[in-house]
């Protein structure tokens, strides 16, 4: 059986091993392809039976071309560049990664907030020049702190991430409010399902946990525009 | 009434109002005064009745010299400053406010902890920069990433401050020990307390939320070697 990576230079850029996947055929690993629609794209499939790919689309004409394809993997959580539909009338199978980055995108949305509420790298970085040290009191802020709790979250897209990061801004002591066009019970554990006229309307904070379609980015538009 | 606030200016540096302790009496505000013992102590506080300090030292001298003085108010959570047990003798009430930093103390050190995990102030700012539209895979990192799922937090100092960091750290996914020499239910209900050695021997992360003492100092000192 022949596998072949498209653009394995994002999850491997030679830190990793690919020996695990070498155990179920002939491997071919490409760092990168095309991000964009390219004859090279067939060529290098070819008449490979597993595909694997991150941002390397595989379009309809793709497809066509390489009938040997049984089984597409997404290295990645969002598979819109494959096309799934077309998949599913071949009866080729696509998997992505549902999970993978549920903790480290929440955990790194919570950490870009904090950012804000305290510019932490600066502050070290002047605690270390003696600014905390020469500073009378002991105590100084070149900005503005800002203490979350009893502070409303608006969370836009409250799936996976979206309520791992709720769970987070809870334990912070915020009130978490939540978008969804489906909703469901671990969201509601964790807060309230509100309209998003009402979450823009409440939120002191608001996180965007959807994909960028052009409706969600007119959205956001209108998010960033109600809070300016 | 005459109230004597001694170092006002760590709490108002010019963006609060003492005006609402006018209406309780005769209010002189000093910006500082001394943060170590000192005649001018006692020469401020005068025959005030209330005094008002954060970190001017009320020594048993200074009470002695003061037999006006009948209520102290400390103005931070450690009371270190004021000779309390000499205060109980005299029938003098010393307060603080045990809880003002729970919230804003644990959420500054988890935002410690995800500065060290994603350095997000230079990210931001290499963003900013163009490092991120420039790159070939829209995805770097000049520093190693940290994800806290799974890894184990130590708290040293399992009071208020401690607990609120443990459950926030919980969250984010973290496996929760402590250390306190006065265990209690809600401290349980959040992580597992253990020996301080077996917390130094099982943390990723230690964090202190423990009074500086040269007892603590040590303890510390010996955290930081088993860490290194």
Redesign the interface.
């Known amino acids: 059986m022949k596998i072949v990576v498209l653009?394995g230079?994002?999850e491997n850029p030679g830190d990793l091993s690919w020996s695990g996947l070498e155990e179920f055929g002939e491997l071919t690993v490409y760092d990168?392809t095309s991000y964009e629609e390219a004859p090279i794209i067939a060529e290098r499939i070819g008449d490979a039976e597993v595909v694997i790919t991150n941002?390397t689309p595989i379009s309809r004409e793709t497809i066509d071309k390489c009938p040997n394809m049984k089984y597409i993997a997404v290295l990645a959580t969002g598979y819109n560049c494959v096309d799934y539909t077309y998949c599913k009338e071949k009866g080729i199978p696509v998997s992505n990664v549902p999970t993978y980055g549920t903790?480290?995108v929440s955990?790194?949305s919570?950490?870009?907030l904090?950012?804000i509420?305290?510019?932490?790298?600066?502050h070290?970085q002047t605690v270390f020049e003696g600014k905390w040290q020469n500073n009378?009191?002991w105590?100084y802020w070149d900005y503005p702190?800002i203490?979350?709790?009893g502070k409303t979250i608006g969370i836009i897209g409250f799936g996976r991430i979206g309520q791992q990061e709720g769970?987070?801004a809870?334990?912070?002591?915020m009130n978490v409010i939540a978008y969804d066009v489906y909703p469901n019970d671990f969201g509601r554990a964790i807060g309230e399902y509100v309209s998003l006229d009402e979450l823009l309307a409440r939120a002191d904070v608001i996180t965007l946990h959807c994909n960028l379609t052009p409706e969600n980015t007119g959205m956001i538009n209108k998010a960033n525009i109600a809070k300016m």
Chains 1, 2 share one sequence.
């Open positions: 653009d230079y994002t990168r941002k903790a480290s955990q790194y919570i950490a870009l904090l950012e509420c305290h510019h932490i790298g600066h070290s009378p009191e105590c702190l203490e979350l709790e769970k987070i809870k334990a912070l002591g």
